[in-house]
């Protein structure tokens, strides 16, 4: 149909609809480029622009065609009148298809418009111009509606741009305020940011306190409350305080500027039924071209032939997934699930095991102290301070958990030299001139350390979901510190849910002792659990799932890096402000929120089931239509409009996706 309905084999089209696989480097339609082809600069909102065009070409010819059968009604004896609006309506709805027709020629491609524009020159030939006009001007809607759905990408961008202010207040060095292009911002800037302004860059809170609406990007539809250090994000909207913010990321780097790259990798990749459909597109034009020269031949009808040229342009057909992906990218947007490859989308619907990290997933992923234990011969401040000071380099959670509980009890950690972590161990320093270790039992006992074996507290805290790690120092114990972390509140909904979707089995991998794993793993009623996992151990149990089931894990994208590496499909949570999650991530949510997992499921079968409702529909009014009109049943009028009906059926049914997890943001 038009330059946006254009497909080619084994080419992927960018948000305008054309192939770019050519050039050095994908451009960036939110900013303007000029396109190789015939649609041109490509400015922001141009996608909108371009449909008025052709919106107000099909009006005027539209008006002149219709004036052609009411001047002979109104008239009678104005016969010519009305054959010269007939044929000026003609001529101005049929130009551009018949343009785009030749351009796509000189290219050396032949495309769905050919066949368009020949049943509309098969029929300006006969001197039938009152139904040329009829068919240019249904198929002028139908490309219309195509054009604003091929254009999903650059809307979706465009809406994000807006989110973000064109300029910013300056801090300077003497106090006062300077108004400033966002672009003259570096990194390290101080900028001030008032009650109800968005952020134009992302970062750091130095002072003032607020609520930021982050909905934009989270989904969520309650605002967070925001403080010194706190970060914030380009996009979200500052809703109570005057805040002043140091600048930490600026243009594409900011979280904003990956979700919109996120945003167009999604709405320009393939699906599997999509590089199908390509691969045999050549092939299509040529044989309706054969069918309708075969149904000349017979019948030596040319409205027959321009009827099968007009309902064998397969828009339907062509527009059938990515309409579909459009609205199915833009729902999980709104809720914060940003999908990097629609592909990854489509095997969202066949994950039979999921499988959860423990620690800031299925928990909160916010330790704190329950109890310190110190050896006989040790008080807890020792115990504390000598943890404290171990673990102030490190950015586990028990370090975090330990340096907190320090900081409440105005303890100064000691200075330290030598530090190392193992990972999945525990951490290593040098304090006074002795070596110091904090980690897990196991870990100090294969480096030679006693364990008091008969102490019971460790069994009977553990028991009660406790984690425990041991702090010794110059080859003695100290103590252990035990330590507890919150189930997040929709946890066994979730999981739950999950289950009632016809997933066969969740399981639960942490580095934790087998004791916590299991209280943990009871409460949230999953169907296994592997306890005290090193990351290479989470792996190899992954492994093991996908050697008869698809397999997604889900993790916070950063410490799970191997685990979501390791599954058919990685789910990173918790992603906004994290680089590597929103980069490595197939799939990430912006958010904790577990409810948004099941949700993705579901979308994705509904989308899988959409498209294949709408390629149905597709095939039904093409194949069927070519049948009908090669036995003379149709008229190209009627064939102008089924064909335009069953685009527009197609549109709609896609859109039913865009209204998905709405139930989400109402619960918020």
Same mark, same amino acid.
């Given at each position: 149909?038009?330059?946006?309905?254009?497909?080619?084999?084994?080419?992927?089209?960018?948000?305008?609809?054309?192939?770019?696989?050519?050039?050095?480097?994908?451009?960036?339609?939110?900013?303007?480029?000029?396109?190789?082809?015939?649609?041109?600069?490509?400015?922001?909102?141009?996608?909108?622009?371009?449909?008025?065009?052709?919106?107000?070409?099909?009006?005027?010819?539209?008006?002149?065609?219709?004036?052609?059968?009411?001047?002979?009604?109104?008239?009678?004896?104005?016969?010519?009148?009305?054959?010269?609006?007939?044929?000026?309506?003609?001529?101005?709805?049929?130009?551009?298809?018949?343009?785009?027709?030749?351009?796509?020629?000189?290219?050396?491609?032949?495309?769905?418009?050919?066949?368009?524009?020949?049943?509309?020159?098969?029929?300006?030939?006969?001197?039938?111009?009152?139904?040329?006009?009829?068919?240019?001007?249904?198929?002028?809607?139908?490309?219309?509606?195509?054009?604003?759905?091929?254009?999903?990408?650059?809307?979706?961008?465009?809406?994000?741009?807006?989110?973000?202010?064109?300029?910013?207040?300056?801090?300077?060095?003497?106090?006062?305020?300077?108004?400033?292009?966002?672009?003259?911002?570096?990194?390290?800037?101080?900028?001030?940011?008032?009650?109800?302004?968005?952020?134009?860059?992302?970062?750091?809170?130095?002072?003032?306190?607020?609520?930021?609406?982050?909905?934009?990007?989270?989904?969520?539809?309650?605002?967070?409350?925001?403080?010194?250090?706190?970060?914030?994000?380009?996009?979200?909207?500052?809703?109570?305080?005057?805040?002043?913010?140091?600048?930490?990321?600026?243009?594409?780097?900011?979280?904003?500027?990956?979700?919109?790259?996120?945003?167009?990798?999604?709405?320009?990749?393939?699906?599997?039924?999509?590089?199908?459909?390509?691969?045999?597109?050549?092939?299509?034009?040529?044989?309706?071209?054969?069918?309708?020269?075969?149904?000349?031949?017979?019948?030596?009808?040319?409205?027959?032939?321009?009827?099968?040229?007009?309902?064998?342009?397969?828009?339907?057909?062509?527009?059938?997934?990515?309409?579909?992906?459009?609205?199915?990218?833009?729902?999980?947007?709104?809720?914060?699930?940003?999908?990097?490859?629609?592909?990854?989308?489509?095997?969202?619907?066949?994950?039979?095991?999921?499988?959860?990290?423990?620690?800031?997933?299925?928990?909160?992923?916010?330790?704190?102290?329950?109890?310190?234990?110190?050896?006989?011969?040790?008080?807890?401040?020792?115990?504390?301070?000598?943890?404290?000071?171990?673990?102030?380099?490190?950015?586990?959670?028990?370090?975090?958990?330990?340096?907190?509980?320090?900081?409440?009890?105005?303890?100064?950690?000691?200075?330290?030299?030598?530090?190392?972590?193992?990972?999945?161990?525990?951490?290593?320093?040098?304090?006074?001139?002795?070596?110091?270790?904090?980690?897990?039992? &196991?870990?100090?006992?294969?480096?030679?350390?006693?364990?008091?074996?008969?102490?019971?507290?460790?069994? &009977?805290?553990?028991?009660?979901?406790?984690?425990?790690?041991?702090?010794?120092?110059?080859?003695?114990?100290?103590?252990?510190?035990?330590?507890?972390?919150?189930?997040?509140?929709?946890?066994?909904?979730?999981?739950?849910?999950?289950?009632?979707?016809?997933?066969?089995?969740?399981?639960?991998?942490?580095?934790?002792?087998?004791?916590?794993? &299991?209280?943990?793993?009871?409460?949230?009623?999953?169907?296994?659990?592997?306890? &005290?996992?090193?990351?290479?151990?989470?792996?190899?149990?992954?492994?093991?799932?996908?050697?008869?089931?698809?397999?997604?894990?889900?993790?916070?994208?950063?410490?799970?890096?191997?685990?979501?590496?390791?599954?058919?499909?990685?789910?990173?949570?918790?992603?906004?402000?994290?680089?590597?999650?929103?980069?490595?991530?197939?799939?990430?949510?912006?958010?904790?929120?577990?409810?948004?997992?099941?949700?993705?499921?579901?979308?994705?079968?509904?989308?899988?089931?959409?498209?294949?409702?709408?390629?149905?529909?597709?095939?039904?009014?093409?194949?069927?239509?070519?049948?009908?009109?090669?036995?003379?049943?149709?008229?190209?009028?009627?064939?102008?409009?089924?064909?335009?009906?069953?685009?527009?059926?197609?549109?709609?049914?896609?859109?039913?996706?865009?209204?998905?997890?709405?139930?989400?943001?109402?619960?918020?």
């Amino acid at each position: 149909m038009s330059e946006n309905s254009s497909i080619t084999a084994d080419k992927a089209p960018c948000a305008c609809g054309h192939d770019h696989s050519n050039e050095p480097k994908r451009h960036d339609h939110a900013k303007g480029h000029t396109c190789p082809t015939i649609c041109g600069p490509m400015t922001e909102g141009e996608g909108h622009g371009r449909s008025l065009g052709k919106m107000s070409v099909a009006m005027i010819g539209g008006y002149f065609i219709l004036n052609s059968y009411i001047i002979p009604w109104l008239l009678p004896t104005q016969l010519f009148a009305g054959e010269l609006s007939a044929i000026v309506g003609a001529v101005i709805l049929a130009l551009p298809i018949i343009l785009t027709a030749i351009k796509d020629i000189c290219r050396g491609k032949i495309y769905m418009n050919e066949l368009v524009a020949l049943a509309i020159l098969a029929a300006l030939t006969g001197g039938d111009f009152r139904t040329a006009g009829i068919i240019a001007f249904f198929l002028l809607i139908s490309i219309i509606i195509e054009t604003r759905t091929a254009s999903g990408a650059q809307r979706s961008i465009e809406e994000l741009i807006k989110l973000t202010p064109n300029d910013a207040r300056l801090l300077k060095e003497d106090g006062s305020f300077e108004q400033v292009d966002v672009s003259a911002l570096k990194i390290g800037d101080l900028i001030n940011i008032r009650p109800g302004e968005n952020f134009p860059v992302d970062g750091r809170i130095v002072s003032g306190e607020t609520s930021v609406n982050q909905a934009s990007i989270t989904g969520e539809s309650l605002p967070v409350d925001k403080g010194p250090e706190d970060d914030v994000y380009a996009g979200t909207q500052n809703l109570t305080g005057s805040l002043n913010v140091k600048v930490t990321k600026l243009g594409e780097q900011t979280t904003l500027g990956k979700v919109k790259e996120m945003i167009l990798q999604a709405e320009t990749s393939k699906t599997p039924v999509v590089r199908i459909i390509d691969r045999y597109a050549g092939y299509y034009t040529p044989a309706v071209l054969m069918i309708a020269a075969i149904t000349w031949w017979f019948t030596g009808d040319l409205m027959r032939v321009i009827t099968i040229m007009v309902i064998a342009c397969p828009c339907a057909i062509v527009l059938a997934t990515p309409s579909t992906i459009v609205a199915a990218v833009a729902a999980a947007a709104r809720l914060g699930i940003l999908i990097k490859n629609v592909s990854h989308l489509e095997l969202a619907a066949k994950i039979k095991v999921f499988v959860f990290d423990k620690t800031g997933t299925l928990t909160e992923g916010i330790l704190s102290v329950a109890r310190l234990a110190p050896a006989e011969g040790t008080d807890a401040a020792t115990l504390l301070v000598a943890a404290a000071s171990a673990e102030a380099h490190s950015n586990h959670p028990t370090a975090l958990a330990l340096q907190s509980l320090a900081a409440e009890a105005g303890i100064k950690a000691s200075e330290i030299t030598e530090f190392g972590e193992v990972h999945g161990k525990g951490v290593k320093a040098m304090l006074g001139g002795e070596q110091l270790y904090v980690g897990r039992g &196991e870990w100090l006992l294969s480096l030679g350390l006693k364990i008091n074996e008969k102490d019971s507290h460790e069994k &009977e805290n553990e028991s009660q979901g406790m984690s425990i790690v041991y702090v010794a120092k110059g080859g003695r114990i100290l103590g252990w510190i035990g330590f507890r972390d919150k189930i997040r509140e929709n946890a066994p909904e979730v999981i739950s849910e999950l289950k009632s979707l016809g997933i066969s089995r969740c399981a639960m991998v942490t580095g934790d002792r087998q004791s916590v794993a &299991e209280t943990v793993a009871a409460k949230i009623a999953v169907d296994d659990f592997q306890s &005290e996992c090193l990351p290479e151990n989470k792996v190899r149990y992954v492994e093991e799932m996908k050697k008869n089931n698809t397999v997604a894990v889900v993790g916070d994208g950063v410490n799970d890096a191997p685990a979501l590496a390791a599954g058919d499909l990685g789910i990173a949570m918790g992603a906004i402000g994290s680089d590597i999650a929103i980069s490595s991530a197939s799939i990430a949510l912006m958010t904790n929120d577990l409810r948004r997992i099941p949700l993705l499921v579901s979308l994705s079968r509904k989308t899988s089931a959409i498209i294949n409702q709408n390629l149905a529909v597709g095939v039904l009014f093409v194949f069927g239509g070519i049948i009908l009109s090669a036995f003379g049943y149709m008229s190209p009028v009627t064939a102008a409009v089924l064909h335009s009906l069953s685009t527009i059926i197609v549109i709609f049914n896609s859109a039913r996706l865009v209204r998905t997890g709405e139930e989400l943001q109402d619960k918020n």
